[in-house]
């Protein structure tokens, strides 16, 4: 394929991070619109997103990386 090997492992887990992604900014702005609280847990919030951005890009290079 145009990204690499289509490994159905590799896709699937980019896909389950990529959606992790969505719910960890829907709970982000929740937290700062919504609740207009959370200062403690924010930290870990983002720390959260850096993380599954991080994944996304390991899988996302996984193969490139094996080759």
Request: aromatic letters at 14%; zero cysteines; charged letters at 10%.
């Given at each position: 394929?145009?990204?690499?090997?289509?490994?159905?492992?590799?896709?699937?887990?980019?896909?389950?991070?990529?959606?992790?992604?969505?719910?960890?900014?829907?709970?982000?702005?929740?937290?700062?619109?919504v609740l207009?609280?959370?200062?403690k847990?924010?930290?870990?919030?983002?720390?959260?997103?850096?993380l599954?951005?991080?994944?996304?890009?390991?899988?996302?290079v996984?193969?490139?990386?094996?080759?």
């Amino acid at each position: 394929g145009p990204a690499g090997p289509l490994s159905p492992t590799r896709v699937m887990l980019h896909s389950i991070f990529g959606t992790f992604v969505f719910v960890v900014l829907v709970t982000k702005f929740t937290i700062l619109r919504v609740l207009r609280r959370g200062t403690k847990v924010l930290p870990y919030v983002g720390t959260a997103l850096f993380l599954t951005f991080g994944v996304i890009w390991g899988t996302s290079v996984a193969d490139f990386i094996g080759r």
